[in-house]
């Protein structure tokens, strides 16, 4: 199977540009609902990347129900879904600039303790890691926001790492450091959450077993690529909600206009 070349854009990751290229084939409909996508030893020739960089794009894909893998058999194109809208009120807008910076630190922090966990964990801490992932599991699937089962998974990682300091800071952080934990981009529709906790649930899933099977690279890119989806989420609702927020409505902003051009008068802040 032919595979295109990228087209490359100069400030994109090589991550970015295999996954805008293998989702530009879905999108025209070179690759249809049921198709399997090529081998990664295929894209890595044919994108000249390297297996993690197919890897995080595949997880990509995968993450935002794009495409499904199946053990053994390969990725496979899934049919479009539904694309829902976040809800973000003007309250929320403050906190998630906050959140986006915590996230900043998140993605460093815990892309390196996850590959020092693979190195370094023992049998009792992976049975932690997955009686938290478990935990997490129950929590979602009985449509509970699961914020504390979250941040015990991501910090039996940490713990993973043999490292108090990595410890410490993480607990100095708190379970604040969960994205819906401060933010609901949901509110009321049940539905999107659920399926929202599942795409994050499949996120941890893969965390988990690249730690498990001790691939240190395969899990720093497994907590890299979940935390950037987090905070490309939180960038995606405030760009959706911004323009809402920046304009201020035409008669407000004509009064304004008309009162800062009465002389003697000021127009009140």
């Known amino acids: 199977m032919s595979v295109p070349p990228i087209v490359s854009r100069p400030r994109d990751s090589l991550r970015a540009q295999v996954l805008r290229a293998l989702a530009t084939r879905i999108d025209s409909g070179a690759l249809q ?7 990664e030893r295929l894209l890595m020739e044919n994108y000249r990347v390297s297996r993690t960089v197919v890897r995080e794009a595949i997880a990509s894909l995968r993450s935002s129900g794009r495409i499904e893998t199946q053990q053994g058999r390969g990725a496979f194109v899934l049919a479009p879904t539904f694309n829902h809208p976040y809800v973000v009120d003007a309250s929320d807008l403050a906190k998630i600039g906050d959140v986006l910076q915590i996230m900043d630190l998140r993605i460093g922090l815990e892309s390196e303790a996850a590959s020092l966990a693979a190195q370094r964990h023992s049998s009792g801490q992976m049975r932690e890691i997955r009686a938290a992932l478990d935990r997490l599991e129950a929590g979602i699937k009985a449509a509970q926001p699961a914020v504390n089962p979250d941040f015990d998974f991501h910090l039996a990682i940490v713990r993973a790492t043999g490292n108090a300091y990595f410890t410490d800071l993480f607990v100095q952080l708190g379970p604040c450091m969960i994205p819906r934990a401060r933010v609901d981009l949901f509110k009321d529709d049940r539905r999107a959450k659920t399926r929202y906790l599942a795409l994050i649930q499949q996120e941890h899933a893969q965390i988990y077993d690249a730690i498990a099977r001790r691939d240190a690279e395969a899990a720093r890119a497994a907590v890299r690529l979940h935390l950037t ?17 920046a304009a201020p409505p035409d008669d407000a902003a004509g009064d304004a206009s008309r009162a800062a051009s009465r002389p003697g008068e000021v127009a009140a802040n």
């Open 229 to 245: 989806n987090s905070r490309e989420r939180l960038r995606r609702a405030l760009e959706q909600r911004a323009p809402l927020v």
């Open 33 to 39: 609902p049921g198709d399997r996508l090529p081998p």
